[in-house]
């Protein structure tokens, strides 16, 4: 646990963390504004399993398919798929960051507090896990394994968990650090 304290430490700097978040939020838009309407162009109207932060069942999944037919299921593949590894990535490493420099600025980064900036790398991983499990079943289609839809599901649960709990502290966090900034000035301006 030291070790890794020490590594976001050596990388808490303003600009290395505003980079890693602007470089994120890219890949994300690509994402939203290209690959996944590009793929949903085929799944009339039905949403990916990448954003069904509740689940899905065998159900859904075989109808998603069927509804993408070929075409679709290709696109999901080696469009949408390729730029969903490299976000989980750059999520995990650039909110863990985000969260370790605002905690740092409320000199809670030495306490339990640390452990916030696991859970976008757990939401990182859950994705990875989640991307394989959609590329076995895109690969194995219509030969789909019930557990291989039950894990994926899973996967996709923990992500969109680890990634709210994420958003919910980060925004605890932000105010505290605002109400900081707030009483700084009223002290400072107090004090003249």
Request: net charge positive; with cysteine.
């Given at each position: 646990m030291k070790?890794?304290?020490?590594?976001?430490n050596k990388n808490l700097s303003g600009k290395k963390v505003l980079l890693?978040?602007?470089?994120?939020?890219?890949?994300?838009?690509?994402?939203?504004?290209?690959t996944i309407p590009k793929t949903m162009m085929f799944s009339n109207g039905m949403k990916l399993l990448d954003m069904m932060p509740t689940g899905y069942d065998s159900e859904y999944v075989n109808a998603l398919f069927e509804t993408l037919g070929v075409k679709g299921r290709e696109v999901y593949l080696y469009n949408?798929?390729?730029?969903?590894?490299?976000?989980?990535?750059?999520?995990?490493?650039s909110y863990c960051l985000l969260i370790a420099y605002f905690l740092k600025k409320l000199n809670k980064l030495n306490s339990a507090f640390f452990y916030l900036c696991f859970l976008?790398?757990?939401?990182?991983?859950?994705d990875y896990l989640e991307n394989f499990g959609i590329i076995n079943m895109l690969n194995n289609y219509p030969n789909l394994s019930q557990i291989s839809m039950e894990a994926t599901n899973v996967f996709s649960i923990v992500k969109s968990m680890a990634t709210s709990i994420y958003f919910?502290?980060?925004i605890i966090t932000l105010l505290l650090f605002g109400i900081k900034l707030v009483k700084a000035r009223k002290t400072s301006a107090n004090n003249m």
């Amino acid at each position: 646990m030291k070790r890794i304290k020490e590594i976001v430490n050596k990388n808490l700097s303003g600009k290395k963390v505003l980079l890693l978040f602007v470089l994120t939020n890219i890949i994300y838009a690509i994402m939203l504004i290209v690959t996944i309407p590009k793929t949903m162009m085929f799944s009339n109207g039905m949403k990916l399993l990448d954003m069904m932060p509740t689940g899905y069942d065998s159900e859904y999944v075989n109808a998603l398919f069927e509804t993408l037919g070929v075409k679709g299921r290709e696109v999901y593949l080696y469009n949408q798929i390729p730029v969903d590894m490299i976000y989980p990535f750059l999520f995990g490493i650039s909110y863990c960051l985000l969260i370790a420099y605002f905690l740092k600025k409320l000199n809670k980064l030495n306490s339990a507090f640390f452990y916030l900036c696991f859970l976008p790398i757990i939401a990182g991983i859950a994705d990875y896990l989640e991307n394989f499990g959609i590329i076995n079943m895109l690969n194995n289609y219509p030969n789909l394994s019930q557990i291989s839809m039950e894990a994926t599901n899973v996967f996709s649960i923990v992500k969109s968990m680890a990634t709210s709990i994420y958003f919910i502290a980060l925004i605890i966090t932000l105010l505290l650090f605002g109400i900081k900034l707030v009483k700084a000035r009223k002290t400072s301006a107090n004090n003249m």
